[in-house]
């Protein structure tokens, strides 16, 4: 049996996927909820079997659904890249200004800025590397337009693009006292990845002292990196010679850090391109 497949009921599948519901597919791709639930019924009836599934967590794929899926999510993003083929260069002309944590200087997202500036060469992107908060403080003022920020569970605003666990973490050369204060590399009084870490520490009741303090994660990094003490980073970004430091300190557990994506101005030239580009990139790791 020959069966035919279009690529909006494709689209509105993956959407429902990650709303996971049909409410927030419908609102994602700005069309009633009975006319996503009437395409994937469509798709459902083209393929022969039960895609989808109401879970207490909401909807989930079933294991046909789970099997389309990724030829799905392939549709979807070919959709869109061909979409961007007719936007004009006239369109598109102009300023796009990103704000990029000074954590994740170091990782791919240049590459994926520098993609993205091949590909929209009419676009005048201005890149600002800073902190989070510095960040959130230019978006505020729109001086920015979209920005990738770093927060904790109670100061999340914006998309959620992933979850980067933190870690105590020291030099591989580091030779670290078995009793006596601990000597910590720490960010400065702004940051709250510093006080998380004297918390822990003093909960573990270890004896500690400022060993170093930077308000840069270069400089908290390379401190690190170089064996001055223990500090904390975030798992994605850690520089070579780092490791976790040993169960023996049984220091508590730090919560992790969420990477949120903040649009402010969408109609700023390639925002929307862009936007994507790193909803892609944190998805699928592209």
Known sequence: MSVHLRGDWLVAFVAVVEARSFTGAAQRMHRTQSAVSMQIQQLEFATGATLLSRERGGVVPTEAGERLLPHARRMAEAMRDATQLFETAEASAGPLRIGLPEEYSGTELPELLSRFQRSQPHVELFVQCASSERLDTALDSGTLDLGILVADAEHKSGEALG???TWWV????LDL??????PLVLFDQACWWRQWALDQVNVAGRE?????SSDSIAGVAAAIQAGLGIGVLGRSTLPAGVQRVPDWLHLPSLPGSHLMLRQVNPDAPGASAMVRLIQRHFRFGE
């Open 163 to 165: 979850y980067d666990p």
């Open 177 to 182: 006292p078995p009793a006596g204060p601990l």
């Open 208 to 212: 500690w002292r400022i060993a170093y």
């Open 170 to 173: 020291m030099s591989e050369t």
